[in-house]
C-alpha cells in the first residue's frame, strides 16, 4: 500500500485581537475607498454585455441573469482547475463538506500512477490553487535499489489475500474522511461506529474494472472505534476482512 | 446485507454533472440591522442599500466592475419575486455572496492564465492595502467568512444561513482563514 500527501505547511502565531482589530479596520478601509469607477483593463468581448446587463437592470430591474463570461483556459496539472473535479467516481458530504474520490494522476519515476485514486476534500481545494489531496494504491510499491526510486506496484501478494486493504484518511472540521482500497471481490465495506452503521459500495478505477475496488466515506471524528468489514458479492463478510480503522495494522 | 448507502454518497458515472450552486433561498431565519421592515418597493431598497451591497461585493471580488454586476444582478434576479421576499436587504447580500463565489472561479482561471493577479493597492496605506492583498488570496468561502463577519459584523450563525453551510464548518473556515493571515502577516 502507498499513500501520499499533497499539502502546504507552515505556521506561527501572532494575537487574535490585534487581527480582529486589523481585519475590521482594513477591510472597512479598503470598502470606504472602494473606486469610484470600475479600472479597466482588457475584458473587449465581455464588456459590451456587461454593460448592456447594467443598462437593462438600472432602467427595469428586470430578472435577466446574465452569466458572467465562461473562461475555459488550460492550466498546469498542479492546479486545480474546476470544482467538482472531473470523473469523480463517488461523490461524499460530511456535513456541508463535499468531497470526491477520483483516479489517481499522478506518476511515478516509471510513468506509473503513484496511487490508484485520490480523495479530493472541497475544503483544501480552491481553483486555481495547487491541489491539495490524498491518494491510495492497492499492492506494494515497487522501489528500485538501484536509485531509491518508485516503479508501480507490486499486487500479487494483495490478490493472494482478499481480506488485505488498504486506507488513508483526512481530518476536516469535525469528521474524518476515509479512503480504502480492496482486493477486486470486495464489493461493499460496512462501517460500524459508536454512532452509525453503514454499507459503502466499492468501485473499480475506469482504467481497470475487474481490478481493485475502492471507497470513501466519512466519520464523526468523535468515533473512538470504527470498525470496517469486508463484503463479497453475496454479502457476505471475507474472512479475516474485519479491521478497527482507528488502530494500525 | 444493509443496501448500500446512497444518501450521503452516491456513484457519479463520467459525463455526469454533480453539483451546481444552489439559488438563493429566501431568508427567513436571517436577520440583519440592514433589514427592511416593514417591506420596502425595490426601488427604494436599491437607492438606500446599493452602495452598502456594492461594497460587499466589491470585498468578495476586489472588482468594483464585478461588483457593480453583481449587485446588478442580485436586484434583477430578486425584482421579479419581490413580494414573496420577505427581508430583501439579506436576500440580496444571499445572492450577492453566491453569485460571487461563481465569478471568484472563473476569476481564479483568468487570474492564473495571465500567471499572478496584481493586488493594485486601494488606500496607499501600506498596512491595509497588505492585509487587504492577503484577504484576497483565501479561498473563497474563508474570504467570504471573513469579510461577513469582520466588515458586515455578523455572527457566525447568520454566516452559515447565508452560505449554506454548518455552523461548526464555518467556525473552522474563519478559524483557518485566520491562521492563514496571521502566518502571512507576521
Redesign the interface.
Known sequence: MSIFTRRRAGSRIVAPSDLDRQLRHSLHAIAAAMPERPALPDRAAGDRAHGRTRRRTALALAALAIPLTAAGYLLGPEYVDQIPPKNSLLIGDAHGERYWMIPGRVSDDCGQPISAVELVVEDRNTVGEEWNTMGISYGDPNVRQANATLCGVDESAWLADPSRFAWGHVKTAGDRIYLVAMHPTVKSIKVVTTVSTETIATVPTPARPDGPRYAAFDVPESATSIIASLLDAAGQPVPGGERDLTKRS | ?????RA?????F?GEK??ETPPPKDLSVVTDAQTSTPPAP??LV?REHRVGL???A??LTG???????LV??A???A??RWSSIEEPVPYLKRAIVNMAQ?????N??????NLRARV?P??E?P??DE??AY?QRL???QRAV??LH??SDLPLQQIADIL???A??V???LRRA??R???A??
Open positions: 446485507m444493509s443496501e448500500p448507502r450521503a454518497i452516491s456513484q457519479n463520467p454533480c453539483n425595490p426601488e436599491y456594492l461594497r460587499l466589491y470585498l472588482s468594483r466592475e464585478h461588483a457593480e454586476d446588478q444582478q436586484f434583477a434576479t425584482f421579479n461563481d465569478a471568484h472561479r472563473r481564479a482561471r483568468a487570474r492564473l492564465f493594485e486601494v488606500t496605506q498596512e491595509i492585509t487587504w484577504v479561498p473563497y468561502r471573513v469579510v469582520y466588515y449554506s453551510r454548518p461548526a464548518t467556525r473552522s473556515d485566520l491562521d493571515l496571521r502566518r502577516l507576521t
